[in-house]
């Protein structure tokens, strides 16, 4: 997980996309996001975009700017639906060397506008391809010309 560290496409609020992700397949505003680590509390406002290598958090407001971190680097998450209040998402993030972490940081992604099922099954289904090996889609196989 890397604290300030996603780049982003000059005035357009977005991160830039690595080398092999194909786009954002969820993308959420207005959703509030909390970590805490041993020592250290941050809390910001934004949105929470879902590609196939990462969740990404830009903020509009809060203590932090930005929040990067590669889907494997989220750890013992659930989907958590309470009676009276917006669905969340939390867990534990994994600290990227070099990333502005020092050690492991719960995390909570509360979903103020809705979608969180939606974002917990995607993330589901991401999780599961690659436990499987399968992130790397194949080439389609392609026949000569005839001749």
């Known amino acids: 997980m890397s604290l300030n560290w996603a780049m982003l496409v000059p005035d357009q609020e977005e991160p830039v996309l690595l080398p092999g992700e194909h786009g954002r397949l969820f993308v959420q505003d207005n959703i509030k996001v909390v970590l805490n680590d041993q020592s250290s509390s941050w809390e910001a406002k934004g949105r929470v975009w879902l590609s196939n290598q990462r969740i990404v958090v830009i903020t509009t407001s809060g203590s932090f700017r930005s929040l990067n971190i590669p ?17 969340y998402i939390s867990g534990t993030v994994v600290p990227t060397p070099g990333g502005g972490l020092q050690r492991a940081a719960t995390m909570t992604l509360t979903f103020t506008e809705g979608g969180a099922i939606e974002f917990t099954n995607i993330y589901r289904s991401l999780m599961e391809r690659m436990a499987a090996g399968g992130m790397e889609e194949p080439l389609p196989v392609y026949q000569p010309p005839p001749s």
Do not use: I, V
């Open 71 to 87: 889907l494997t680097g989220f750890k013992n998450w659930k989907l958590e639906q309470p009676w009276f209040s917006a669905n």
